[in-house]
């Protein structure tokens, strides 16, 4: 599976943005999926996550009631709906999947996105 993160860019303070994750490959339809970001100096972080069924989904705290997954399988895409942006959301995110749920944990992840640039300006 080849991930393909995109929609990323400069925003000011309040503002929304959507990235999408693009997949190819035939398993993404039984993939766990989930965002993450790295911020300059910072340890890459999880952000949010959706199972395969779509039916849940998990996020960080400082993103909760801000930031929406999603997903549309017969597209192969995975998204993250991020409104009432804040400069502490600046990071370059990327996109995740993992073929089993449970885990938040960077390391645990088999498959990455190239990552998409978020700039949230004060």
């Known amino acids: 599976v080849q991930l393909q993160a995109s929609g990323g860019g400069l925003v000011q303070a309040g503002g929304s943005l959507r990235l999408s994750c693009a997949a190819s490959?035939?398993?993404?339809?039984?993939?766990?999926m989930a965002w993450f970001r790295q911020a300059p100096g910072k340890e890459r972080e999880f952000v949010a996550r959706?199972?395969?069924?779509?039916?849940?989904?998990d996020y960080t705290d400082s993103v909760k009631g801000r930031f929406t997954i999603s997903r549309d399988n017969a597209k192969n895409t995975v998204y993250l709906q991020m409104n009432s942006l804040k400069p502490e959301d600046t990071a370059v995110y990327y996109c995740?999947?993992?073929?089993?749920?449970?885990?938040?944990?960077?390391?645990?992840?088999?498959?990455w996105g190239q990552g998409t640039q978020v700039t949230v300006s004060s």
């Open positions: 959706m199972p395969w069924t779509g039916r849940t989904d």
């Open positions: 995740a999947g993992i073929p089993y749920w449970g885990t938040t944990r960077q390391y645990d992840y088999t498959y």
């Open positions: 490959g035939l398993t993404f339809s039984s993939l766990n």
